[in-house]
């Protein structure tokens, strides 16, 4: 009886054991094994010599019938059951358990990296947005998680208008964005850069945005930061004077940027700063390969060397032609403004000639644009 009880044992686990591997339950079950073994146990010391055979028979059977049918009946309801607990599923726990490390890493890497920044973070949803502790410092709020109408307050009106039609016109397409905007703080108004961008999740759109505030007395490294760093005169000599050693030609144009007093009457030199930073970005992009190249001579007169000529060639077609290359319209929330250049162009050619030459030549032809009477904005040196 003994001998057929353990071997019914040894078959049962292992179907059970197919069966736990089929049904993904958890790898090391041994309570199946154990109610085994009690019963084993219960019936040697019970029936073994003490009662006749046909109890041995009906005892065997039974323990076997019953955790036969203990075995189908506990994996019929794992099958069928469509929550089925941690207890059962000893993979998953696991795999959740490394699911919680690693959305822990990502979670506190996320937040060290807020820290680090110097932008100001925000996440808009709906009618919410949170924004980290710069953010709100920024914008002169009190609080983290606030709505979209004390955002908007802030806000100067006619920035406003531009903003809230970029924000809506974000789409899948083209999610990302980027403006300067107006707005009021401590009875002051403030400039401020953002960047952002539309993540769509199902049908809610949210949005992630970064920004800085573009005052350059209270932030003077967040913003302008071509105008503050370019060379003086003193490297734009020693410049040419290196181009003229090597006897490499060159063009010399001095840009003066003639409407920003204007400008700085009107909107504060601190946006006229800003203007002038745009614009030097924009110019830098169209003609300057290296970082010596253009230079800040005085206030809004800068010197740029060329010396690409197929770059020059442009800038000269251009300005025969229409004149418009340099000008530019710089477009900051509600403002828009033209920035109208005043150019003295002259040349250093093959052989090289004095770099005290070339600048007086230019600073002569720029002059010359200055005279009511001259009816261009640029001028190439003549005799």
Do not use: C
């Amino acid at each position: 009886m003994i001998d057929n009880i353990i071997l019914a044992i040894i078959v049962l686990w292992f179907i059970y054991a197919i069966a736990i591997k089929l049904t993904k339950k958890r790898k090391h079950d041994y309570s199946f094994f154990i109610a085994f073994l009690a019963a084993l146990g219960y019936g040697y010391f019970q029936y073994y010599d003490t009662y006749p055979a046909v109890y041995k028979e009906i005892y065997q059977y039974s323990v076997i019938g019953i955790f036969a049918l203990w075995m189908i009946m506990d994996n019929i309801i794992v099958l069928f059951k469509k929550n089925v607990s941690e207890f059962d599923f000893y993979h998953l726990e696991k795999e959740l358990d490394e699911l919680k490390h690693s959305s822990e890493l990502l979670r506190l890497r996320f937040i060290s990296t807020i820290e680090l920044l110097s932008d100001g973070i925000a996440f808009r949803e709906d009618k919410g947005i949170f924004g980290t502790d710069q953010y709100i410092e920024y914008l002169g709020l009190s609080e983290n998680q606030f709505t979209v109408d004390t955002f908007e307050n802030i806000m100067i009106k006619d920035d406003l208008v531009q903003y809230k039609m970029l924000i809506d016109k974000l789409s899948k397409r083209n999610p990302v964005y980027s403006m300067n905007y107006r707005i009021e703080k401590d009875g002051q108004q403030l400039w401020i850069k953002e960047k952002g961008k539309a993540i769509f999740i199902g049908k809610k759109k949210h949005v992630i945005s970064i920004i800085r505030p573009m005052d350059v007395r209270r932030f003077p490294t967040t913003e302008v930061d071509v105008l503050n760093s370019l060379p003086k005169f003193k490297e734009m000599y020693n410049e040419m004077q290196r181009l003229t050693r090597k006897k490499n030609p060159y063009h010399l144009v001095v840009i003066q940027l003639t409407n920003i007093p204007k400008i700085n009457e009107k909107y504060g030199r601190d946006f006229g700063d800003l203007m002038m930073g745009e614009y030097l970005s924009k110019l830098r992009f169209k003609f300057i390969k290296d970082n010596r190249s253009l230079f800040r001579i005085s206030g809004i007169q800068f010197g740029l060397l060329i010396k690409d000529q197929k770059k020059f060639e442009l800038l000269d077609r251009a300005l025969v032609g229409t004149g418009e290359l340099l000008t530019m319209r710089m477009k900051f929330g509600g403002v828009s403004q033209v920035i109208y250049p005043n150019l003295g162009i002259s040349e250093s050619p093959y052989e090289g000639k004095n770099p005290d030459d070339v600048y007086n030549e230019a600073i002569t032809a720029l002059k010359r644009t200055e005279k009511e009477s001259y009816q261009k904005s640029f001028a190439f040196y003549e005799k």
